[in-house]
C-alpha cells in the first residue's frame, strides 16, 4: 500500500465516522404514538389525551378541524370531536358506547403533514358490553395525507429515539467480526508457515477486536435497558456475546501464561483457530434455533430489512465502513508495535 | 493427516494405557469419584432435601462441570516429560488423541453414572417435577451433555499442558468460556425431561449435543498434531 492509499482510507474513515455522529445526533426522528391517558375509559363522554414523541407532528397554523383522531374497535370505528392541539401530543372528546367488537381500542391519529399516526391497544373500556358500534357513534375514515417530513429516521415503537444507537452497537460489531476474521486468517497463516510476522498480526487483530467486542456490549448492553428494561438478559443473541468477549480474554490470558517460551505463537494459533469457530457457531447458528428477543429472531440475527428505511441506510452504511476503517486503523497500529517490539527483543 | 489402520491401533493402544493407568494408580480414580460424592453430598446438606428441577438442575451440571475438570483436567500430564519423548517417536499425534477422545467416552460414561446415581440416591427427583415421563432422555442427555464437555476438556488440557507454570488455573480460565453453550444446552434439557414438555420439543437438544462434541472432536483432531510438534 503506497502512501496516498494510506492518507485516502483513513481520513475517508475519519470524515465518515464524523458525518455519522453529526447526522445520527441531529436528524429529527418522525412523529408516533408512545401512550394514552388515561388507558380505561369510562362509558359515555369523556376527554383522551394522546401523546407522541419524535419531531412535532402539528403544522404551524393548522387549524383544529384538519386533525382527525378515530378509535378502533374490532373492524369498527369510532368518532372523536378534536380539542386541542400541542407539538407532541393531542386531546380529543370520545362519547364511549355502551357496546363495542372489542374492549381494546387501537388509536389513529390523522394529521395534514405526518401522516398518519398508529397506537396499538392504547385504551380499554372494561364496562362495554359485545356488539356492533351504534351508527351515530360510527365514524367514516379520513382521508390520509402523504407525509411531509423531510430527512428524519423512521419511528419504531419501544425503541424511538434509541435507533440511533444502531449507528454505533451494530457497526462495532461488524468491525469485531471483521478483525477477528482477520485474526483468525492470521492464526491460519500462522499454522500453515510457522512465521512470526502471523502471529504479531493475530495478536493485534484479536486486542483490537476484543476492544469492539466490549464496546459493542456496552452500548448492547445500554439498548437492552432501554427497550427490555434490564441491563442483561439470558438470550442466546447475549450469551453468544458474552462467550466471545471471554474467549478472547482467555487467549490473551493463554499468552501471558506462556510468558517468552518461543511456542506462544503456535499455542496461540491453535487456541484462536478453535475458538473462532465456536464463535461462529455461537453466534451465528444457536441463536437462529431458539427464542430471542434480539431483532431478526427469525432466522436472521441481524436487523429486519423493514425497519431500515432509506434515511437510516443513508447513515447506516456510512457507519460500518467509518467504524471498520477506524477499527483496522488501530489494528495496524497495534502490529507495528508488535513489530516494534519483536524485533527490539529478538536483537 | 490420514487416517490409517496404525494410527487407530495407536488410538486404542493410547485408550488402553490409560485405563489400565487410571485402574493402577487407584489414587486418581479415587479422587475423582470422591470430588463427585462429597459435591452432591454437599448440595443435598444445602438444599435441605427440598429441590425444585430449576436447582435440581442446576446443582447437577456444576458437579458434573467441576469433577470433569478433575477427571479430564490431568489428561496430559505425564506427556509433559520423558513419556511424551517416548511417544513423540513412537506414536503419531492423531493416533494420541484419538484415543484420550477414546477415553473421554468412557469417562463420561462413568462420571454420569456415578454423579446421575449419587444425586438420585441422596437428593431423589426434585419436588414438583412430577413422575419421570421420560428416563432415557435424562440419562441420554447427561451423558451427550457430559460428552460435548469432556471432548472440550480434552482439547483445552492439551492447550494448557503445554503452559509451564500454573496450567491447572489455565485449564479453567480457557475451558469455562467454551463450555458455556454446551451447559446452556444440557441445562435446557435436563430441565425439559424432568417437566411435562414432550418429546418433540426437546427431541433437537440431543442432536444439538451430539454435533457439537463431532464438530469439538474434529476440531481437537485437525489442531492437535500443532500443538504436538513442539
Not at chain 1, 233 to 244: E, F, H, R, W
Not at chain 2, 154 to 172: C, D, E, H, I, P
Amino acid at each position: 500500500m503506497n502512501g496516498a492509499w494510506n492518507w485516502i482510507w483513513k481520513g475517508g474513515g475519519i470524515v465518515l465516522l464524523a458525518y455519522v455522529i453529526l447526522r445520527g445526533f441531529s436528524t429529527p426522528l418522525q412523529p408516533g404514538l408512545v401512550t394514552a391517558a388515561p388507558s380505561q375509559l369510562k362509558l359515555g363522554m369523556q376527554t383522551v389525551t394522546l401523546t407522541a414523541a419524535g419531531q412535532p407532528f402539528g403544522k404551524e397554523g393548522a387549524s383544529l378541524s384538519e386533525f382527525t383522531v378515530v378509535l378502533r374497535a374490532g373492524d369498527q370505528l369510532l368518532k372523536t370531536e378534536t380539542q386541542e392541539v400541542q407539538p407532541h401530543g393531542i386531546t380529543v372528546a370520545v362519547n364511549v358506547p355502551g357496546v363495542l367488537p372489542s374492549r381494546a381500542l387501537d388509536a389513529f391519529v390523522f394529521t395534514p403533514s405526518a401522516g398518519t399516526l398508529f397506537l396499538g391497544n392504547a385504551c380499554f373500556v372494561e364496562e362495554a358490553a359485545k356488539g356492533d358500534i351504534p351508527t351515530s357513534y360510527v365514524a367514516n375514515k379520513p382521508d390520509e395525507s402523504t407525509p411531509q417530513l423531510g430527512f428524519s429516521f423512521p419511528f419504531q415503537p419501544n425503541i424511538i429515539e434509541s435507533i440511533r444507537n444502531l449507528l454505533w452497537h451494530v457497526p462495532m460489531w461488524f468491525s469485531m467480526f471483521f478483525i477477528m476474521g482477520l485474526g483468525f486468517v492470521a492464526s491460519l497463516g500462522q499454522l500453515r508457515t510457522g512465521k512470526v510476522m502471523w502471529d504479531l498480526r493475530a495478536e493485534a487483530a484479536v486486542r483490537t477486536g476484543l476492544l469492539f467486542g466490549l464496546l459493542g456490549l456496552a452500548t448492547g448492553s445500554l439498548w437492552a435497558r432501554w427497550t427490555w428494561g434490564a441491563w442483561w438478559v439470558s438470550d442466546p443473541q447475549l450469551n453468544g456475546a458474552l462467550v466471545t468477549v471471554l474467549l478472547y480474554s482467555g487467549y490473551l490470558i493463554l499468552r501471558s501464561a506462556m510468558g517468552d517460551d518461543d511456542r506462544v505463537g503456535r499455542l496461540a494459533a491453535v487456541y484462536n483457530v478453535f475458538a473462532f469457530v465456536m464463535l461462529v457457531i455461537l453466534l451465528m447458528v444457536l441463536p437462529r434455533y431458539t427464542e430471542s428477543l434480539h431483532p431478526g429472531k427469525d432466522g436472521n440475527p441481524g436487523f429486519n430489512k423493514y425497519d431500515l428505511d432509506n434515511s437510516l441506510r443513508a447513515v447506516f452504511y456510512p457507519a460500518v465502513i467509518g467504524w471498520g476503517s477506524l477499527c483496522y486503523w488501530m489494528y495496524t497500529l497495534r502490529l507495528r508495535m508488535n513489530r516494534i517490539a519483536y524485533s527490539l527483543l529478538s536483537r | 493427516m490420514a487416517l490409517s489402520l496404525r494410527t487407530l491401533r495407536n488410538a486404542w493402544t493410547v485408550a488402553r494405557l490409560e485405563w489400565q493407568l487410571e485402574w493402577r494408580q487407584g489414587h486418581q480414580l479415587a479422587a475423582v469419584g470422591l470430588f463427585a460424592v462429597a459435591s452432591v453430598y454437599v448440595a443435598f446438606q444445602a438444599s435441605d432435601q427440598r429441590t425444585d428441577p430449576a436447582s435440581w438442575t442446576a446443582m447437577l451440571w456444576l458437579v458434573y462441570l467441576f469433577s470433569g475438570f478433575t477427571a479430564i483436567g490431568r489428561l496430559f500430564d505425564r506427556e509433559r516429560s520423558d513419556v511424551r519423548r517416548y511417544l513423540q517417536w513412537t506414536a503419531d499425534p492423531l493416533g494420541l488423541i484419538l484415543g484420550k477422545l477414546f477415553h473421554s467416552i468412557l469417562t463420561t460414561t462413568a462420571l454420569t453414572a456415578l454423579v446421575l446415581g449419587a444425586f438420585i440416591l441422596f437428593l431423589g427427583w426434585p419436588q414438583g417435577a412430577g413422575e419421570l415421563t421420560k428416563p432415557a432422555l435424562l440419562v441420554l442427555g447427561a451423558w451427550l451433555g457430559g460428552l460435548s464437555i469432556t471432548v472440550t476438556l480434552v482439547f483445552v488440557s492439551a492447550v494448557a499442558s503445554q503452559v509451564r507454570a500454573g496450567s491447572g488455573a489455565l485449564g479453567a480460565v480457557l475451558g469455562l468460556p467454551l463450555l458455556l453453550p454446551q451447559l446452556i444446552l444440557s441445562t435446557r434439557l435436563t430441565r425439559g425431561a424432568l417437566s411435562d414438555t414432550p418429546w418433540a420439543i426437546l427431541a433437537e437438544y440431543p442432536l444439538f449435543l451430539a454435533a457439537i462434541s463431532a464438530g469439538t472432536a474434529t476440531l481437537a483432531c485437525i489442531l492437535f498434531p500443532y500443538i504436538w510438534r513442539a
